[in-house]
Antibody, heavy 122, light 112 residues
Framework: EVQLVESGGGLIQPGRSLRLSCTASGFTFGDSAMSWFRQAPGKGLEWVGFIRSKASGGTTEYAASVKGRFTLSRDDSVSVAYLQMNSLKTEDTAVYYC?????????????WGQGTLVTVSS | DIVMTQTPLSLSVTPGQPASISCKSS???????????LYWYLQKPGQSPQLLIYEVSNRFSGVPDRFSGSGSGTDFTLKISRVEAEDVGIYYCMQTIQLPITFGQGTRLEIK
């Protein structure tokens, strides 16, 4: 059974940094891209970015709203994907979800974690 | 960016009746590989989104056959043949043919 568990969320002041983790199980993590999405309170879904599998270059892509501030990485040895968030803004307040897939056109974002809430506030 | 427009934004359906949600994209979602990169997700209350349909019309594993997707190019539809109480939530269409990946605004389905 595919499982994705996000962690690391919490209350953080504007301008500070936070790192989210996504721990995966039930599939060959190293073979999959990992994507992140977010959902502001009461709002719709927004794509944050993805990191491709090592076989696909391990490269990353980001939404314009987070480019230069957020960094995706992965540790295939422990099946964990990371979202490093720097220079946080109040508008980054959201539930952050990780998903399997997304790095290639035919790689469906099929399984989602339960999400972790990040609240950016002074 | 590709703009995804869903209609209606909300609908109230009697159990056992059909429901239909439209999603229109500002650009064609048909790729040169002949696949169309349009997906449907359902976010049930208090839960994370779950994949219903991929590439327009393919039901994901475990999705009941009362859900069906259709369409081409820029116009797509999700249909529920007979709505059940467990179908309540917000339905989103999503495109992945071009970055950034974008979603429709969501359609809230409630039961009468």
């Amino acid at each position: 059974e595919v499982q994705l568990v996000e962690s690391g969320g919490g209350l953080i002041q504007p301008g500070r940094s936070l790192r989210l983790s996504c721990t995966a199980s039930g599939f060959t993590f190293g073979d999959s891209a990992m994507s992140w999405f977010r959902q502001a309170p009461g709002k719709g879904l927004e794509w944050v970015g993805f990191i491709r599998s090592k076989a696909s270059g391990g490269t990353t892509e980001y939404a314009a709203s987070v480019k230069g501030r957020f960094t995706l990485s992965r540790d295939d040895s422990v099946s964990v994907a990371y979202l490093q968030m720097n220079s946080l803004k109040t508008e980054d307040t959201a539930v952050y979800y990780c998903t399997r897939g997304g790095g290639r056109l035919d790689e469906v974002c099929d399984y989602w974690g339960q999400g972790t809430l990040v609240t950016v506030s002074s | 960016d590709i703009v995804m427009t869903q209609t209606p934004l909300s609908l109230s359906v009697t159990p056992g009746q059909p429901a239909s949600i439209s999603c229109k994209s500002s650009q064609s979602l048909l790729h040169s590989d002949r696949k169309t990169y349009l997906y449907w997700y359902l976010q049930k209350p208090g839960q994370s989104p779950q994949l219903l349909i991929y590439e327009v019309s393919n039901r994901f594993s475990g999705v009941p056959d009362r859900f069906s997707g259709s369409g081409s190019g820029t116009d797509f539809t999700l249909k529920i043949s007979r709505v059940e109480a467990e179908d309540v939530g917000i339905y989103y269409c999503m495109q992945t043919i071009q970055l950034p990946i974008t979603f429709g605004q969501g359609t809230r389905l409630e039961i009468k």
